[in-house]
């Protein structure tokens, strides 16, 4: 029997896979709250790990070597290396491209922020010199 979290390492699987821990939760019939009290038990229950195992398209087997054994005993069958779908592939760079836009926007955000404070520091050295001059014409 495997000593391995099981929850902490579907946590790690789903935070590497491209559909959101709400969309996957959903997707396996739970809610996220749920999701993050799954991740939490060291023993979780293969019938629940299934349910993500198919979302995920990941079956845990190199972690989790018993699963194998669930699978046949259930007659769940085994995980087939099915490659993306086009529409698989599509929304996966599309919430890439999401994500560089926000950041994009951000960078420009903070770019015009520094663009003002310059032209006041500008402003502010110019009334400096300014003054600078006046005093030296008071001596």
């Known amino acids: 029997m495997s000593t391995k979290h099981r929850g902490k390492i579907l946590a790690e699987v789903a935070k590497r896979h491209h559909l959101t821990i709400t969309k996957i939760a959903k997707l ?8 993050y009290k799954h991740k939490l038990q060291s023993e979780l229950d ?3 790990l299934y349910k993500y195992a198919k979302v995920l398209d990941y079956y845990f087997q190199n972690e989790f ?6 699978l046949e005993d259930n ?3 085994q995980v087939e290396n099915r490659r993306l ?9 599309e919430k890439h491209k999401v994500r560089e836009a926000e950041d994009a926007k951000t960078i420009l955000s903070h770019l ?6 310059y032209k006041e520091l500008k402003e502010k050295q110019i009334e400096i010199e300014s003054l600078r001059r006046e005093l030296q014409l008071l001596k």
Do not use: H, M, R, W
Not at 112 to 117: A, G, I, P, S, T
């Open 85 to 93: 779908s086009y529409n698989d592939l599509v929304q996966i760079i």
């Open 112 to 117: 015009n922020e520094l663009k003002d404070c």
């Open 65 to 70: 070597p018993e699963f194998s054994q669930y």
């Open 46 to 48: 293969f019938d629940v």
């Open 28 to 35: 396996a019939g739970y809610t996220q709250s749920t999701f």
């Open 75 to 77: 007659n769940l069958g």
